[in-house]
Each structure stands twice: as structure tokens, then as C-alpha cells.
């Protein structure tokens, strides 16, 4: 199975700030990862797909990269509505595996 | 709109059986590969199986084959998840995600249904 590996495991941040959110997967996997946001007691939202593509409706604020088995999500300007809990999930083989989850707080 | 409406979650004895289902609208459901992802409490998301579009071909994470089966009835928009030999480990919220057009990542999540597998 293919290990997702994010970092930090949480992170404090202040409103207006940039950051990034890093994903390893344990072996080569082009770009076929995805990003999702998840509030406490809701639904994951879904974010990115492709590494770098922007699902449907998601601001601009988010961005992603990386290729192979390197992997970044970055949120900038952030806003209280932005802090939240950000996985990263490959789908380039079976089993389809998440990483462990970043929890975002605010500073 | 996409609607995703996770149904069938409760409590049930280890060794019991469950079944879920997923009522969708808002898009045409017979194109579109179908999940179910879990999250035990206070853990990860972890994906627990998909289905294509037409039911021929199923995949699920080993922690769960030969216990639970997915399913689908186009014809009635709906997604199911059987689940038999229930343990305490498969206690989770439930989810059903649609998987995009490009049959690549989920799109679209449901709001969840709580499973709790207990004595």
C-alpha cells in the first residue's frame, strides 16, 4: 500500500497568513493526488485533484503542487473560515490511502 | 445540485449486520463511479470501497473484503454498503462520495452516517 505521510500533524497560524501543508507519498505516484478541508462534525469538502487543479467553485486562496512523491497544499491570506483539518489522499492505485490529517488553528 | 443522503446507521452487536444506503440526485448517477470512505472517531478518513458505474467491478480495502459489499441501483439512484461480521474496529461515520467524471478523486461527499458497533 502507498503510505501518505503530511507535515506538520498541526500547525497555528494567524488570520492573514500564508501557509503550506506538505504530503510524502511512499513511492512515485505522478500527480495523482487530491486535497480536502473538513470542519468538525461535517462532510469532507474536496479542494484539489490532479495535484494542482482547482475543483469546481474552490477560491483561488488554494493552491496546490508537486509531482512524484513530493506534494504541497498552500492556503493564502488566511480567513477564520479557513481553519480546519486539510488531508492529502492519493488515488494512483488501490487501496486509495489518506494522509493522516494537518489540523490548522488559529494563532 | 449534487445530494448525497447517507442512510441505515445505528447501533448493532459485534458479529451483526447493517446495511447502508446512499441516495443521490442532482446528477446522472449512472456515469459515475461511487465510494464509500469511513472516519472512526476522532481518527483519519480512511476509503473503504468503490464501485463502477455499471456494478461490474468492485474494490474494497482489505480490512473489510469478504464482510461488507457494495452495490448500486442506477435505476433508483442509489448506492448501498452491506456489512456483515461487524467488529468495534468498523465503528465510523460512514460516508458515500460521488468519484469525479475523469474517474479519478472524490467531487462530492454525503453528510455521513454513524455506525457504532458495540455490546
Known amino acids: 500500500d502507498i503510505q501518505m505521510t503530511q507535515s506538520p500533524s498541526s500547525l497555528s497560524a494567524s488570520v492573514g497568513d500564508r501557509v503550506t501543508i506538505t504530503c510524502r507519498a511512499s513511492q512515485g505516484i505522478s500527480n495523482h493526488v487530491a486535497w480536502f478541508q473538513q470542519k468538525p462534525g461535517k462532510a469532507p469538502k474536496s479542494l484539489i485533484y490532479a495535484a494542482s487543479s482547482l475543483q469546481s467553485g474552490v477560491p483561488s486562496k488554494f493552491s496546490g503542487s508537486g509531482s512524484g512523491t513530493d506534494f504541497t497544499l498552500t492556503i493564502s491570506s488566511l480567513q477564520p473560515e479557513d481553519f480546519a483539518t486539510y488531508y492529502c489522499?492519493?488515488?494512483?492505485?488501490?487501496?486509495?490511502?489518506f494522509g493522516q490529517g494537518t489540523k490548522l488553528e488559529i494563532k | 445540485e449534487v445530494q448525497l443522503m447517507e442512510s441505515g446507521g445505528g447501533l448493532v452487536q459485534p458479529g451483526g449486520s447493517l446495511r447502508l444506503s446512499c441516495a443521490a440526485s442532482?446528477?446522472?448517477?449512472?456515469?459515475?463511479?461511487m465510494s464509500w470512505v469511513r472516519q472512526a472517531p476522532g481518527k483519519g478518513l480512511e476509503w473503504v470501497a468503490n464501485?463502477?458505474?455499471?456494478?461490474?467491478?468492485?474494490r474494497y480495502v482489505d480490512s473489510v473484503k469478504g464482510r461488507f459489499t457494495i452495490s448500486r441501483d442506477n435505476a433508483k439512484t442509489s448506492l448501498f454498503l452491506q456489512m456483515n461480521s461487524l467488529r468495534p474496529e468498523d465503528t465510523a461515520v460512514y460516508y458515500c462520495?460521488?468519484?469525479?467524471?475523469?474517474?479519478?478523486?472524490?467531487?462530492?461527499w454525503g453528510q455521513g452516517a454513524l455506525v457504532t458497533v458495540s455490546s
Open positions: 462520495a460521488r468519484i469525479d467524471i475523469r474517474g479519478s478523486t472524490f467531487d462530492y
Open positions: 442532482g446528477f446522472t448517477f449512472s456515469w459515475y463511479w
Open positions: 489522499q492519493q488515488y494512483n492505485s488501490y487501496p486509495f490511502t
Open positions: 464501485i463502477k458505474q455499471d456494478g461490474s467491478e468492485e
